[in-house]
């Protein structure tokens, strides 16, 4: 929590220049964002007013994942980060879905990081507080390149990584093309998708439409219960905390339109989507694939087809789980990606 002394502006330096104990390079950062320090500012304003006890906690631990932000430029375009444990730990790169952040696995990084991970969650360009690509380029092989720049950026040779829904595409397409740097892989809610004309012409539409359309401008009006509604109802077999909906509606308002647009279409397309299968053949490390039992965008056995298709594949599917596991069950999250981990250090 930030002291009385502290101003956002002291804050969002320290973002950008202090070194700390998970920091390996200083000759790449880049200053925050007019997305984070905007936000922090908010925060702060926020805290110095009078608020429930409920409402402080809130944004008290907010504040708290504030302070750990890092900014780093990689291929012109500068990305927040933040990193978590010991720095001769294992490293452990956490990659957000679409229309998310980093702030997704909120409740995954530190018991990782406790457990003796280097632990490194980002904000795919445009999403969060990393800055928008003016070039839109905001495709599975324009997000893979930069997940390699921060690996180059951070100094890590070789790590794990685990994905989220759209993140998962972003991780196959780059582990298919730098096999050497991925030691394992971990998929949450992702799975095979058959291409069809009509959909690939409908859904990228209806997406724009009810994201860009409907929740962005409800929750920039700070109708925050709406997403919330749609959320349990659409996408969750439980009912997320409300500040887990509070935290992740804020990728609502900061996300790039263009980036929910252009990565829509991009995911519709049929030489994207029948790449997948062709990359999964190709993985050769130890890899998981989580689906929850009743999530609506990829079910089941979609993921359990895809993982049949790798040749050190495991799949396990998630009991009255929807698509939002990040935040309906992130115990059992951190459990198993555990249990995965030790079995993959175990098998190198």
Not at 8 to 30: E, G, N, W
Not at 73 to 101: A, F, K, M, R, T
Not at 189 to 214: C, E, W
Request: charged share 20%; glycine share 8%.
């Amino acid at each position: 929590m930030m002291n009385e002394e502290q101003t956002s502006a002291d804050v969002a330096q320290s973002a950008a220049s202090t070194d700390t104990a998970s920091s390996f390079t200083a000759t790449r950062r880049a200053p925050p964002t007019s997305k984070y320090t905007g936000y922090l500012a908010e925060v702060e304003t926020g805290l110095a007013g009078r608020l429930s006890s409920r409402e402080r906690r809130r944004l008290e631990y907010e504040m708290g994942l504030l302070r750990r932000a890092r900014f780093v430029e990689l291929n012109g375009v500068i990305h927040h980060y933040q990193e978590v444990g010991p720095v001769d730990g294992e490293p452990l790169i956490l990659v957000h879905g679409w229309d998310c952040s980093s702030f997704w696995w909120h409740h995954i990084v530190d018991p990782l990081a406790e457990s003796g991970y280097r632990v490194i969650t980002y904000d795919l360009k445009g999403h969060g507080f990393s800055d928008v690509d003016p070039r839109q380029n905001y495709t599975v092989e324009g997000f893979s390149v930069d997940l390699g720049a921060l690996a180059d950026a951070l100094e890590i040779e070789s790590f794990h990584v685990a994905a989220f829904s759209l993140g998962a595409f972003v991780v196959l397409h780059y582990a298919s093309q730098a096999p050497e740097r991925v030691r394992s892989l971990i998929f949450f809610n992702f799975g095979l998708l058959t291409y069809n004309r009509l959909a690939s012409t409908i859904t990228p539409k209806t997406l724009d439409v009810v994201f860009n359309g409907l929740l962005r401008p409800i929750e920039r009006r700070g109708l925050w219960p709406v997403p919330f509604v749609y959320a349990r109802l659409v996408m969750a077999q439980n009912t997320p905390p409300v500040n887990d909906i509070r935290l992740g509606a804020l990728s609502l308002r900061y996300c790039d339109p263009a980036a929910v647009k252009v990565s829509a279409q991009q995911l519709a397309r049929r030489e994207v989507l029948e790449a997948v299968p062709q990359q999964m053949q190709a993985i050769h490390q130890p890899l998981l694939l989580v689906a929850g039992s009743g999530d609506p965008i990829f079910r089941p056995l979609s993921g359990r087809k895809l993982v049949d298709l790798a040749r050190r594949g495991t799949f396990f599917k998630m009991p009255k789980c929807g698509h939002l596991i990040l935040f309906e069950l992130p115990d059992q999250v951190v459990q198993i990606m555990r249990m995965f981990l030790q079995g993959s250090a175990r098998e190198g």
